[in-house]
């Protein structure tokens, strides 16, 4: 293969690396909202291009953020499905530190929230309206009481599973 050749292949190569990393998420706006907007839901206030807890303004437009929209539309981004002898034992203590997991990341993140906690069997699905709130749980319980822990995130979608078990 002549240098010609090699370059036009990495060139490719690279391309085909951009295209594959580019997975979006479909409920991140794309349109800024008029500024400063407040989610007629939630109550979070768009200024400065971010979403924050702050109080509303006065004259604040009204658009709803993506996570109630998410939260209205019943589509996580985030699966955090936890089972095994150990969680049937400290049920109560673990979902506590799930709670607090989604109370630490809403409080600098207000997008990301857990959209429902439910009992499958004998397993329990947090579902979650960001990516990396999953993530986070799946660490925090892990990092708390050991166990599996087993991550993927899907190729085509903005969406990730994560799976905790003791």
């Known amino acids: 293969m002549g240098t010609h ?4 292949s990495q060139e490719r190569q690279r391309r085909d690396r951009q ?7 479909p409920y991140k706006a794309r349109y800024k909202p008029k500024e400063p907007s407040v989610c007629p839901t939630c109550g979070v206030l768009y200024e400065h ?17 993506p996570a109630c929209q998410r939260t209205k539309d019943d589509f996580p981004a985030g699966y955090v499905t936890l089972d095994g002898e150990f969680l049937a034992k400290h049920r109560d203590e673990i979902m ?6 989604e109370e630490r990341a809403k409080a600098e993140h207000p997008m990301e929230r857990i959209l429902a906690i439910k009992q499958e069997g004998g397993q329990t699905v947090v579902t979650t309206t ?5 993530r986070r749980i799946g ?12 991550i993927k995130y899907s190729p ?4 990730v599973r994560v799976h905790w078990s003791r």
């Open 19 to 25: 295209i594959e990393e580019l997975v979006h998420d």
């Open 5 to 8: 050749d090699q370059i036009r």
């Open 139 to 150: 660490d925090a319980l892990h990092h708390a009481y050991q166990g599996g822990l087993e």
């Open 156 to 159: 085509d979608e903005y969406l």
């Open 96 to 101: 506590h530190l799930v709670r607090n997991e």
């Open 130 to 134: 960001d990516l990396h709130l999953a």
């Open 49 to 65: 291009g971010v979403w924050h807890w702050k109080p509303r303004p006065d004259g604040a437009h009204e658009h709803i953020c």
